[in-house]
């Protein structure tokens, strides 16, 4: 490199955008995603023991993907090559894995292969990755925004470890905002800025760094040496409606969307979801707590309600926005007008109850398995009744141990579709009432 060529590339650097200027160097620079690179995590572990297997990074825009690819390479001494799926063919595959050989006969320096958006690579691309991944001839780092269950091949898919990040919280956002403001890599203590501005700033971000880092950059450009509320707004063109993602009206709101969907207020619930889109929250945080609410709220009465909450989920991870607020909209009308019962949730609490409170009873004999002889002969599985070797693939049986035989958990409500439950349920109950106890079962 000549002298020209390297004072071209410093003034690149320089001129990059405030999020790229400010990519952590080392994992301890890293923010968020503890459950990966805190102490003892599995990224953590993986990367001290010098064994870091292929990946394959899920999490959404912004969250660190990119970054943390590099930083793995660069922590175990490893070259590092990056493609996009986007651009990238077979063909760019192949001389990167010819690279990766020949670094390898040359130097013994093995090579991350790190694979943006990993999910529009189609299936002879990701085929043609398999030889090498599994040879160790590069080690995979792909990135996807897309559930790799869905998007990525299963044989490329069982040679890597899944792992999730997810969006940055907002003290973590306004942690990265601040470092910001004072590195020199970054604006170098040349601006400052109003707490209520940085928070209003990480809020807005839905999670994503890039687009906190982004939108200090903006404000700071137009506000001059001082960032406040309202810079920060004109920087995102948009102003605050009553709902702020990190403080009491945040939680204010999402608890009026549950509560219009539970008591089947579909106009309610309309409303309170177009209030927060409209103030910048992130679709994905409604879809899951949709999802929560389809078991938590609804349950059995319309099993259904399930499917369609995790289906319009999918449906929004394929269209995005501005599209994906159809099948959302759907969804919550869906689920306000359905009809309700939390016996799905009162019956984890109360067999938590008796496992927290009874501790770790034994299993019944006839309930254990028995796959040797000696097994057998001590007893194990003897006196179990196959269901299906009965009149309607049914007999009455003890299933739980006997300190809790006669304890019941679910309540199965009247409503909707779990109303056929609750006669099943009651019918079980009663044959096991009117059951003839066999000589002996009972210790007499």
Same mark, same amino acid.
């Given at each position: 490199?000549?002298?020209?060529?390297?004072?071209?590339?410093?003034?690149?650097?320089?001129?990059?955008?405030?999020?790229?200027?400010?990519?952590?160097?080392? !994992?301890?620079?890293?923010?968020?995603?503890?459950? !990966?690179?805190?102490?003892?995590?599995?990224?953590?572990?993986?990367?001290?023991?010098?064994?870091?297997?292929?990946?394959?990074?899920?999490?959404?825009?912004?969250?660190?993907?990119?970054?943390?690819?590099?930083?793995?390479?660069?922590?175990?001494?490893?070259?590092?090559?990056?493609?996009?799926?986007?651009?990238?063919?077979?063909?760019?595959?192949?001389?990167?894995?010819?690279?990766?050989?020949?670094?390898?006969?040359?130097?013994?320096?093995?090579?991350?292969?790190?694979?943006?958006?990993?999910?529009?690579? %189609?299936?002879?691309?990701?085929?043609?990755?398999?030889?090498?991944?599994?040879?160790?001839?590069?080690?995979?780092?792909?990135?996807?925004?897309?559930?790799?269950?869905?998007?990525?091949?299963?044989?490329?898919?069982?040679?890597?470890?899944?792992?999730?990040?997810?969006?940055?919280?907002?003290?973590?956002?306004?942690?990265?905002?601040?470092?910001?403001?004072?590195?020199?890599?970054?604006?170098?203590?040349?601006?400052?800025?109003?707490?209520?501005?940085?928070?209003?700033?990480?809020?807005?971000?839905?999670?994503?760094?890039?687009?906190?880092?982004?939108?200090?950059?903006? #404000?700071?450009?137009?506000?001059?040496?001082?960032?406040?509320?309202?810079?920060?707004?004109?920087?995102?063109?948009?102003?605050?409606?009553?709902?702020?993602?990190?403080?009491?009206?945040?939680? %204010?709101?999402?608890?009026?969307?549950?509560?219009?969907?539970?008591?089947?207020?579909?106009?309610?619930?309309?409303?309170?979801?177009?209030?927060?889109?409209?103030?910048?929250?992130?679709?994905?945080?409604?879809?899951?707590?949709?999802?929560?609410?389809?078991?938590?709220?609804?349950?059995?009465?319309?099993?259904? #309600?399930?499917?369609?909450?995790?289906?319009?989920?999918?449906?929004?991870?394929?269209?995005?926005?501005?599209?994906?607020?159809?099948?959302?909209?759907?969804?919550?009308?869906?689920?306000?007008?359905?009809?309700?019962?939390?016996?799905?949730?009162?019956?984890?609490?109360?067999?938590?109850?008796?496992?927290?409170?009874?501790?770790?009873?034994?299993?019944?004999?006839?309930?254990?398995?028995?796959?040797?002889?000696?097994?057998?002969?001590?007893?194990?599985?003897?006196?179990?009744?196959?269901?299906?070797?009965?009149?309607?693939?049914?007999?009455?049986?003890?299933?739980?141990?006997?300190?809790?035989?006669?304890?019941?958990?679910?309540?199965?409500?009247? %409503?909707?579709?779990?109303?056929?439950? #609750?006669?099943?349920?009651?019918?079980?109950?009663?044959?096991?009432?009117?059951?003839?106890?066999?000589?002996?079962?009972?210790?007499?």
């Amino acid at each position: 490199m000549d002298l020209f060529e390297h004072a071209g590339q410093q003034e690149q650097a320089r001129r990059a955008p405030l999020a790229e200027r400010m990519r952590p160097r080392a !994992l301890d620079e890293f923010v968020g995603q503890e459950h !990966l690179t805190g102490e003892g995590r599995f990224l953590r572990r993986a990367l001290e023991a010098d064994q870091v297997p292929s990946l394959i990074l899920w999490g959404p825009p912004g969250t660190g993907k990119t970054t943390l690819a590099w930083l793995v390479a660069r922590s175990t001494g490893a070259a590092f090559d990056s493609v996009s799926a986007v651009l990238a063919g077979v063909k760019d595959i192949r001389e990167t894995v010819a690279r990766a050989q020949e670094r390898w006969n040359l130097h013994r320096q093995r090579t991350f292969l790190f694979i943006d958006e990993i999910h529009r690579f %189609n299936k002879a691309q990701q085929d043609a990755l398999l030889p090498h991944v599994e040879k160790g001839t590069v080690t995979l780092i792909g990135a996807t925004t897309e559930n790799p269950s869905f998007e990525v091949n299963a044989a490329l898919l069982s040679r890597c470890r899944v792992v999730t990040l997810r969006g940055l919280e907002d003290e973590e956002l306004v942690a990265l905002l601040r470092r910001a403001l004072l590195d020199t890599r970054g604006l170098g203590g040349r601006v400052t800025a109003d707490d209520d501005a940085l928070e209003f700033l990480a809020a807005s971000a839905g999670g994503d760094a890039r687009k906190a880092l982004t939108g200090l950059e903006v #404000a700071a450009a137009h506000a001059g040496a001082h960032v406040d509320r309202k810079a920060a707004e004109e920087a995102l063109q948009q102003k605050t409606l009553l709902y702020d993602k990190g403080g009491e009206e945040h939680y %204010n709101v999402i608890s009026a969307f549950i509560k219009s969907m539970r008591g089947s207020d579909v106009d309610g619930a309309l409303y309170w979801m177009a209030r927060m889109l409209e103030a910048g929250e992130d679709p994905i945080f409604l879809f899951r707590r949709m999802v929560i609410f389809a078991s938590e709220d609804i349950g059995n009465a319309d099993p259904r #309600a399930l499917s369609v909450a995790v289906d319009a989920l999918r449906a929004f991870q394929l269209v995005g926005l501005p599209e994906g607020t159809l099948p959302l909209t759907q969804a919550v009308t869906y689920l306000a007008l359905a009809p309700k019962s939390n016996a799905v949730l009162t019956a984890y609490t109360s067999a938590r109850e008796a496992v927290t409170k009874e501790g770790a009873l034994p299993v019944p004999m006839h309930l254990r398995n028995a796959p040797t002889k000696l097994m057998k002969s001590l007893g194990y599985g003897g006196g179990y009744k196959y269901p299906h070797n009965f009149e309607g693939n049914y007999v009455p049986e003890d299933y739980l141990p006997d300190e809790l035989r006669s304890r019941s958990f679910y309540t199965p409500t009247r %409503n909707g579709e779990e109303a056929r439950l #609750a006669e099943r349920y009651e019918d079980i109950q009663r044959q096991l009432a009117e059951r003839t106890r066999e000589p002996g079962e009972d210790g007499e």
